[in-house]
């Protein structure tokens, strides 16, 4: 763990988790990143960041995905369930995150 401004944070991922942040020992963010928005990958992203948040109620969870691949509706149902979503673009070899 590194302390930062004498919180301790520690950043992580696993092979079920893409990225995790933890804060004091508590799970705090999860970030579930998919190459494409197509039904499977939402769905299975949205179950990833459910699971893996249940250690904690105040887990920030963020479903990272393409640019513009969002189906209409999708955002609003996934905030109804307390998932934010990040979306990025590649261009040149380089990545994008957008707000």
Not at 40 to 47: K, N, V
């Amino acid at each position: 763990m590194a302390a930062d401004g004498g919180v301790q944070r520690h950043v992580f991922n696993t092979p079920q988790i893409d990225l995790g942040v933890e804060i004091r020992g508590r799970l705090r963010y999860l970030y579930e990143v998919k190459s494409s928005a197509d039904s499977h990958a939402i769905y299975t992203g949205t179950g990833q960041l459910m699971l893996h948040s249940l250690e904690g109620t105040d887990v920030t969870k963020t479903l990272v995905l393409p640019k513009d691949q969002l189906p209409p509706g999708m955002r609003n149902r996934l905030a109804g369930l307390g998932i934010d979503v990040l979306e990025y673009r590649i261009k040149g070899g380089r990545v994008a995150f957008l707000a």
